[in-house]
């Protein structure tokens, strides 16, 4: 097995049978001790944190393929921590695409001038580059295509991709009285046939949830989505 790349909260292997292992740790983005789905940066070390995600990516995960969504997951292994997935490439050196339902974070800092916190929104969409050095910048559909980075078509598909994910998502928490306030997805091409898969994690580590006022931290979210589950 080989070590392709560490991330910030996950290790990427590659398999002999030419799938990639991805080993979740406990560390979870954020700054000051404080945890932000939306930073670039580790910002604390939650133990647990890494079940926490895999298990709650593995929920979704199952769920989604089972609707026929194209992601790239095919099995996880609790006991290690770990997530067998396919082979994908990733647009550039990757994208991040987030979907906001309600005025927080990164949007909150930026367009305050315009929107109150907490503010409703509908499904709103952007597209983000993965660059620590550069605090990960927003770029247009116009950008990504110009840059060859994302034709038109694909970022139709995308943004089409991402508003489907997260209203399941939305509807999954709900039914376990939680509102989504905003989720951080990834996507790239299949390997083998070209096409967009969703990749990386669905878990409380990239996404914002609430019960009413309060904020739910990242293991609490999976104590609460996967109770008798």
């Given at each position: 097995?080989e ?8 290790n990427v ?24 789905p ?15 995600g895999?298990?709650l990516?593995?929920y ?26 396919k ?5 550039g ?6 979907c906001?339902f ?6 909150l800092?930026?367009?305050g001038a315009y ?38 078509e ?13 209203k ?16 951080k997805?990834?996507?790239g091409?299949?390997?083998q046939t070209?096409?967009i ?7 409380g ?8 006022e309060?904020y ?6 999976e104590?609460i ?5």
């Amino acid at each position: 097995m080989e070590l392709l790349y560490t991330g910030k909260t996950k290790n990427v292997f590659k398999l002999e049978d030419g799938h990639y292992l991805l080993k979740f740790k406990d560390d979870v983005t954020g700054e000051n001790g404080v945890f932000d789905p939306g930073a670039n940066t580790i910002g604390l070390t939650i133990d647990g944190a890494g079940l926490a995600g895999l298990r709650l990516t593995s929920y979704f995960y199952s769920k989604l393929n089972e609707q026929g969504v194209p992601t790239h997951y095919v099995d996880a292994n609790f006991d290690d921590a770990t997530m067998t997935v396919k082979p994908a490439t990733v647009f550039g050196n990757g994208l991040e695409v987030i979907c906001r339902f309600k005025a927080v974070g990164s949007f909150l800092r930026r367009y305050g001038a315009y929107v109150k916190e907490g503010q409703d929104l509908d499904a709103f969409v952007e597209v983000t580059i993965k660059d620590d050095d550069r605090q990960d910048p927003p770029i247009s559909e116009d950008a990504l295509a110009m840059l060859d980075l994302l034709t038109h078509e694909e970022y139709a598909i995308l943004k089409q991709r991402t508003i489907e994910i997260s209203k399941f998502v939305g509807t999954e928490l709900a039914k376990k009285g939680l509102t989504l306030y905003d989720i951080k997805l990834e996507f790239g091409r299949d390997a083998q046939t070209n096409e967009i898969l969703l990749i990386d994690e669905i878990s409380g580590g990239n996404m914002r949830a609430y019960k009413g006022e309060q904020y739910i931290e990242p293991l609490e979210l999976e104590k609460i989505m996967l109770a008798n589950f």
